[in-house]
């Protein structure tokens, strides 16, 4: 173990979960020197404290270098120690580092997500981290160990009060009947970081099996593994590739490509009824529990060779039931080529279901996600008007719609409708809206309850 004594401890930094920026993506450097902070807390009456400072790094981690990820479109850091690949991560033995953190407010890891929490709920055996932009802090709780105790003899004789005070009450003056001075040493566990090469990490890929990495994308030969359990920092993710780099112990960093089809290794592939004349759709799945499957990516094929012409993966969907009918064709923006519509999320307790919509671009030749419709609850498609209709439930007492129409080729709403009970629980308030001169326009009715509704 490194030790470093400190005159004056350089205490905790507060970790800035609630607020503040995250760390700028990139790669960080151990500092040699202790993290700076606010000074120790003064020690306990009739206690004297030795202070500490040790690294919170493991030996057996052999680390020198971190690097961060940023997700640009969440609140979501990950940190990743490069450990030594004999380093292996034990909770309950020194080895308590886990390789590889997400923060803030991170409560889960699994074999899925092999991300460790921070000290969430101050665990003792839960890291802590500080940050700030372009530093951060490892630290663990404070050890403390009583050395000796030291006994005081009295001074003086006590008084008769102090006689019965000390005999009733057990105050006992301690210049009169001496004292007990505990000593202690208190050792504090941190470890400094920081940024040495900003890099514009937007995830880090974790490996749960050995995992080729190619010199470019649409190479046909791995120049490299990437073995099971180690990290990298991902650059870009595209529906056929990953762009990573890898972090060497010394800091390197090495650029390589994932094929995103020999991480499918386990995921199963069921042809769908849905085709057109031009294409077949092949749905990708990886099983899950209770006869359920996650949705993994959708494989358009050519008809006639049989050769892939698109994938789309990274779709947002709850587990669902694979069949051969998962894959629907619509005309969701009624310009007659057919778009796809895959499952996305129930919605709760209500009928509040969503569907992925990707409609076709007969230029590019290719499906494109449109969020707006994948967005919208229970979409109905209305080919005779020409239009979309989302329709809601917020509890028992609260039902909506919207409607949609494609106006020179961009969706607007044309529409609204929307009933609920008033707070007195017995009328009902209807607000319609209504496109006028390109602005939504709106009229509110009350009208007592009627005896039948629900």
């Not at 886990?98 to 092999?114: G, I, K, L």
């Not at 294409?279 to 049989?306: H, W």
């Not at 106006?407 to 607007?412: C, T, Y």
């Amino acid at each position: 173990m490194r030790i470093r004594y400190a005159a004056l401890l350089l205490a905790i930094l507060t970790t800035h979960a609630e607020a503040g920026p995250l760390l700028e993506p990139g790669i960080y450097q151990l500092s040699p020197e202790a993290p700076q902070a606010e000074t120790a807390a003064p020690p306990a009456a009739g206690e004297i404290q030795q202070d500490l400072l040790a690294t919170a790094i493991p030996d057996a981690a052999k680390v020198r270098y971190a690097f961060v990820s940023r997700d640009p479109g969440e609140a979501l850091s990950k940190l990743v120690f490069v450990t030594d690949a004999a380093y292996r991560y034990d909770i309950n033995s020194a080895n308590r580092l886990c390789p590889a953190y997400a923060f803030p407010d991170w409560n889960e890891r699994s074999e899925a997500q092999p991300f460790c929490r921070t000290n969430i709920g101050s665990a003792d055996s839960e890291a802590a981290l500080a940050w700030t932009e372009r530093g951060f802090t490892l630290r663990w709780a404070d050890q403390k160990t009583l050395i000796r105790t030291e006994q005081v003899p009295a001074s003086r004789k006590p008084t008769p009060d102090e006689i019965g005070a000390c005999a009733v009450g057990g105050v006992c003056a301690p210049d009169a009947y001496g004292r007990s001075v505990h000593h202690y040493q208190v050792t504090h566990y941190r470890d400094g970081f920081a940024l040495q090469a900003p890099r514009p990490y937007i995830d880090v890929f974790a490996a749960t099996v050995d995992t080729p990495v190619y010199r470019s994308d649409g190479d046909g030969m791995a120049s490299g593994t990437l073995a099971a359990g180690r990290y990298a920092g991902v650059l870009s993710r595209g529906a056929e590739w990953i762009a990573i780099e890898v972090v060497a112990a010394d800091g390197a960093a090495t650029p390589g490509w994932i094929r995103r089809d020999d991480l499918a290794a386990g995921d199963v592939r069921i042809p769908q009824q849905a085709t057109t004349d031009h294409l077949r759709f092949v749905l990708v799945v990886a099983p899950a529990d209770d006869d359920q499957a996650v949705l993994q990516a959708i494989d358009i094929l050519d008809a006639t060779t049989g050769l892939r012409r698109q994938i789309l993966r990274d779709i947002d969907a709850e587990p669902l039931s694979a069949g051969p009918d998962v894959v629907q064709l619509v005309d969701a923006n009624f310009d007659g080529w057919p778009d796809l519509s895959v499952p996305g999320y129930a919605g709760g307790a209500g009928p509040n279901a969503t569907r992925n919509l990707y409609l076709f671009d007969p230029a590019a030749q290719a499906f494109v996600f449109e969020p707006t419709l994948s967005s919208l609850p229970q979409l109905a498609i209305d080919p005779a008007t020409r239009t979309l209709i989302s329709a809601s439930r917020g509890g028992c007492c609260s039902h909506a719609t919207e409607t949609y129409r494609y106006v020179d080729g961009q969706l607007q709403q044309v529409a609204s409708w929307e009933e609920s009970l008033s707070p007195d629980g017995e009328h009902l308030q209807t607000t319609e809206g209504t496109l006028r001169n390109g602005t939504m326009k709106y009229r509110t009715r009350t009208r007592k309850l009627p005896a039948d509704w629900r």
